[in-house]
């Protein structure tokens, strides 16, 4: 049997420290390059929440109020004094003498601002088309369908059940929010609208026309009328209907 020299135990020794010097040599290279990482990675996150949460948004602010003080404060609607909405949010109006908007997904009633929202059904879903029921101990409300909402506006507006209907006085924005309506949707309204306020059709196509909002640059979008803004100007042209009429404001 052979027996292991002091020498070689010493360069064994040796070996074993080397290798442990080098692995903990290693440890701290492994260490020190995450701290390399992570101080950039939190001194960016800092700065770009400062810049980003807290200086551009004060400087924009500090911009917009002067140079823009309607937009900036929510494009506010008042009458008398009092802030009856926003050019930026519509309302439901479903009373004859208004020019009605369109349907609306948010919320359980339509146009709640605090739940904005579409109906998130795509255009082949059938309950789109058709609609559904709602479960009887109420928890889920019906909804109304693109079929039921067509028959439903020609009734409201005395049109023949052939007559097309606009896009979107049949179907929800994907807000819930949407304050226009489209040309065409306020020129079937008309005749309903003329005949409760008592007015000439000519004369209240020229205020639709005259509310008609062109697209934006020339460009973008499509023509859209402000329901709101129309509406309110019906109540300048005409008496403010009596309460029996339901009046919206």
Excluded at 30 to 40: D, F, M, N, V, W
Excluded at 52 to 78: D, E, K, M, R
């Amino acid at each position: 049997m052979r027996h292991v020299t002091a020498q070689e135990v010493q360069i064994n020794d040796q070996s074993q420290s080397a290798a442990s010097q080098a692995g903990v040599a290693e440890h701290v290279h492994a260490i020190t390059g995450l701290r390399e990482q992570i101080r950039p990675a939190v001194v960016g996150l800092v700065l770009l929440t400062l810049l980003t949460g807290i200086a551009f948004p004060l400087v924009l602010a500090a911009l917009a109020v002067p140079l823009f003080p309607h937009q900036s404060n929510g494009s506010l609607i008042t009458r008398e004094g009092q802030i009856i909405g926003s050019e930026l949010i519509g309302q439901k109006f479903l009373n004859p003498p208004y020019f009605h908007s369109r349907p609306s997904a948010a919320g359980r009633a339509g146009y709640d601002a605090t739940a904005s929202g579409g109906t998130n059904l795509g255009p082949a879903n059938p309950k789109l088309l058709d609609g559904a029921k709602g479960s009887i101990d109420g928890s889920t409300l019906p909804f109304i369908g693109v079929w039921q909402l067509a028959v439903g506006y020609r009734r409201a507006n005395g049109l023949s059940p052939n007559v097309p209907v606009p896009i979107d006085a049949v179907t929800r924005s994907g807000s819930g929010l949407d304050p226009h309506i489209s040309p065409a949707n306020a020129a079937l309204q008309v005749p309903r609208v003329a005949r409760e306020r008592h007015l000439r059709e000519e004369t209240l196509q020229r205020l639709v026309d005259e509310y008609t909002q062109g697209r934006q640059l020339g460009f973008l979008g499509q023509p859209r009328v402000n329901v709101l803004a129309l509406n309110l100007a019906l109540d300048r042209l005409t008496p403010a209907m009596p309460p029996s009429h339901g009046n919206r404001f």
